[in-house]
């Protein structure tokens, strides 16, 4: 069974910077991770993908160029280094884990193939 614990959210001003970590616990093993994120009243969106090995990176549009995305096997975790945070990016954040081999960006970016969640984290950058 594998746990998922979110750190590093918050209240930031716009323009500012966080950075999100996720910690897996259990038997996570090197496996695929992403981020995701859910506004209220919004469908659950992509964000960010990471391969096993950190060779593959992806990126949604809005992430693109302010978002980056890293793992440190070694510790279990992975990280969103989020930049030029505007309000559009208030949402509840979650990490997820699948455990199955990368799958191809276009599979990766949908949530019903990740087996693990995390509770998620707020980020809210006020208007």
């Known amino acids: 069974q594998v746990h998922l614990v979110e750190s590093g959210g918050g209240l930031v001003q716009a323009g500012g910077s966080l950075r999100l970590s996720c910690v897996a616990t259990?038997?996570?093993?090197?496996?695929?991770m992403a981020w995701f994120r859910q506004a209220p009243g919004k469908e659950r969106e992509f964000v960010a993908a990471?391969?096993?090995?950190?060779?593959?990176?992806y990126y949604s549009t809005f992430a693109n160029g302010r978002f980056i995305m890293s793992r440190e096997n070694d510790k279990n975790t992975m990280y969103l280094q989020m930049n030029s945070l505007t309000p559009k990016d208030t949402a509840a954040y979650y990490c997820?884990?699948?455990?199955?081999?990368?799958?191809?960006?276009?599979?990766?970016?949908?949530?019903?193939?990740?087996?693990?969640w995390g509770q998620g984290i707020q980020v809210t950058v006020p208007s």
């Open positions: 990471i391969g096993r090995n950190a060779d593959s990176t």
């Open positions: 997820a884990l699948d455990t199955g081999a990368w799958r191809g960006i276009l599979v990766q970016r949908q949530t019903d193939v990740y087996e693990y």
């Open positions: 259990g038997r996570a093993g090197s496996y695929t």
